[in-house]
T-cell receptor, first 112, second 117 residues
């Protein structure tokens, strides 16, 4: 089955700095890679996703990059704000499987 | 709230007791999922269902059971066989099952926190 590794487990940055979270996956057949954000006490919500036919996708201050050869993908947050503080989960969906495999999460803390 | 309602929000159980967590969605989604969330462990899949009257085991199904008698409902029973049931449980749904190149966005409920005394 698929295995997703996520790093770092915690990340502290100053407001305005950039933050990068990295994930690797094991199944070369995976073709869909979403990122979910879970604020304290709230449910996870999709913030951005990328499919295997695309190398990069941006949405305002967030972007995701995918390197299929190396089997890793990353979340980039620029100009971080305190409201970006949350736990972020990456996930991968192997082709032919009906479910996502999640990483263990990264707790991002943005200090004012 | 968000189309998926989980109840109860907090639940306490004595050892040896079974408990059922409710999950109802009004999004007309075909697929429903149960995840367990523990600190530092991410989201681990317990069971999922792609259509009514059908469900499959996830990665950590031992000690749990589910049913899918209606499209809107996917209750999870935590049985006494689950050795470490204290956790936060999240229900989710998607329009159609992920996979086959047609991956879909998961919509999560607000969660149920189970504590075994």
């Amino acid at each position: 089955g698929e295995n997703v590794e996520q790093h770092p487990s915690t990340l502290s940055v100053q407001e305005g700095d950039s933050a990068v979270i990295k994930c690797t996956y094991s199944d070369s057949a995976s073709n869909y890679f979403p990122w979910y954000k879970q604020e304290l006490g709230k449910r996870p919500q999709l913030i951005i996703d990328i499919r295997s036919n695309v190398g990069e996708k941006k949405d305002q201050r967030i972007a995701v990059t995918l390197n299929k050869t190396a089997k890793h993908f990353s979340l980039h947050i620029t100009e971080t704000q305190p409201e970006d503080s949350a736990v972020y989960f990456c996930a991968a969906n192997p082709s032919g499987y009906s479910t996502l495999t999640f990483g263990k999460g990264t707790m991002l803390l943005v200090s004012p | 709230d968000g189309g998926i309602t989980q109840s109860p929000k907090y639940l306490f159980r004595k050892e040896g007791q079974n408990v059922t967590l409710s999950c109802e969605q009004n999004l007309n989604h075909d697929a429903m999922y149960w995840y367990r969330q523990d600190p530092g462990q991410g989201l681990r899949l317990i069971y999922y269902s792609q259509i009514v009257n059908d469900f499959q085991k996830g990665d950590i199904a031992e000690g749990y059971s589910v049913s899918r008698e209606k499209k809107e409902s996917f209750p999870l029973t935590v049985t006494s066989a689950q050795k470490n049931p204290t956790a936060f449980y999240l229900c989710a749904s998607s329009i159609t099952p992920s996979g086959g190149g047609g991956a879909n966005v998961l919509t999560f409920g607000a969660g149920s926190r189970l504590t075994v005394l």
